[in-house]
């Protein structure tokens, strides 16, 4: 049964705009397959929490801080207005990848070393300079900021020369970033949708990581389902659904991890709100089993 109205919000004002242009397009066509009555409509410019009413549902198809802060389902959830995903407690539990850490490490989930800075504005460190000590030892590490999603302003360091092209280089270099420990042999994500694990998807690109080109530009990019044993298989299965829990996910999103050498796994972050494009992993996922994209966000609706 179509619920009365189901509104789209896309669009947003981060730097994953065209992502989430792409995202809310491909949703809303759909909710019209399956037969709902649905608006699309371009947030915040083109919306007014205050034409909702308690029968409409909000379908979140918002990338970045606009969808995945906790911002917005927390004005929703004081309105009492039903909507898609994980609630805003959730949300500010994942949007931060230096709070996330804290909680998988405070939860014996294993994620990569990490350190925090407030901001690259005034950091000019040398690579080799003792605040790098707790990375120790590395190659190479990652440089990311601790709230954006689709590798903005994400950049993979070996030397000085690196990192002062990363700073360089940086859209807004005074926020607050995080360095991680690289882990370099398996990049793959896992879809959670209503408390179940789709199946995982390895990525392989050509670009050195999975970078912003290799995520939406990019053709020859591989998402392939991730060949493994049972015992591993549980083993991936079993972080996930721990990391779903201890941030109090609900509905649907995404963990995204690294598999070392030794087999061993890695959360590095939790997309609460994922790509739904044509190159997105989400919708991959779910085709290997046999769900369409519209029985996905049918599913995604039911729960």
């Given at each position: 049964m179509a619920k009365e109205k189901i509104i789209v919000l896309y669009g947003g004002d981060s730097s994953e705009r065209e992502v989430s242009l792409e995202s809310g397009k491909y949703i809303f066509q759909a909710l019209k397959n399956l037969g709902h009555e649905t608006h699309?409509?371009?947030?915040?410019k083109n919306f007014s929490i205050e034409e909702l009413v308690q029968e409409d549902f909000v379908f979140i198809a918002l990338h970045g801080k606009d969808g995945e802060s906790g911002e917005l389902q927390s004005v929703l959830e004081q309105k009492g207005i039903s909507y898609s995903g994980s609630d805003s407690e959730a949300c500010k539990n994942t949007w931060n990848k230096n709070t996330l850490k804290k909680i998988l490490r405070k939860n014996n989930i294993p994620t990569p070393k990490w350190l925090a800075i407030t901001s690259l504005y005034n950091f000019h460190n040398n690579l080799e300079d003792s605040i790098f000590d707790p990375l120790r030892p590395f190659n190479e590490i990652f440089l990311k900021p601790a709230e954006d999603g689709s590798s903005i302003d994400v950049f993979k360091l070996s030397?000085?020369?690196?990192?002062?092209?990363?700073?360089?280089?940086?859209?807004?270099?005074?926020?607050?970033?995080?360095?991680?420990?690289?882990?370099?042999?398996?990049?793959?994500?896992?879809?959670?949708?209503?408390?179940?694990?789709?199946?995982?998807?390895?990525?392989?690109?050509?670009?050195?990581?999975?970078?912003?080109?290799?995520?939406?530009?990019?053709?020859?990019?591989?998402?392939?389902?991730?060949?493994?044993?049972?015992?591993?298989?549980?083993?991936?299965?079993?972080?996930?659904?721990?990391?779903?829990?201890?941030?109090?996910?609900?509905?649907?999103?995404?963990?995204?991890?690294?598999?070392?050498?030794?087999?061993?796994?890695?959360?590095?972050?939790?997309?609460?709100?994922?790509?739904?494009?044509?190159?997105?992993?989400?919708?991959?996922?779910?085709?290997?089993?046999?769900?369409?994209?519209?029985?996905?966000?049918?599913?995604?609706?039911?729960?």
């Open positions: 699309l409509i371009d947030y915040p030397s000085t020369k690196d990192l002062k092209k990363a700073i360089t280089d940086s859209l807004d270099p005074r926020r607050q970033f995080i360095f991680e420990e690289s882990i370099d042999f398996k990049e793959l994500t896992v879809p959670i949708l209503n408390g179940k694990c789709l199946p995982p998807v390895e990525i392989i690109t050509t670009e050195s990581f999975y970078n912003f080109n290799a995520k939406y530009v990019n053709e020859d990019t591989q998402l392939n389902n991730l060949v493994m044993s049972d015992e591993k298989k549980d083993e991936l299965e079993q972080i996930c659904l721990k990391t779903f829990e201890v941030i109090g996910g609900k509905g649907w999103l995404r963990v995204d991890l690294m598999q070392d050498s030794n087999l061993n796994f890695y959360v590095l972050e939790v997309n609460t709100v994922p790509g739904m494009t044509s190159h997105s992993l989400f919708p991959k996922s779910a085709q290997s089993i046999g769900l369409s994209f519209n029985e996905v966000v049918q599913k995604i609706i039911d729960d």
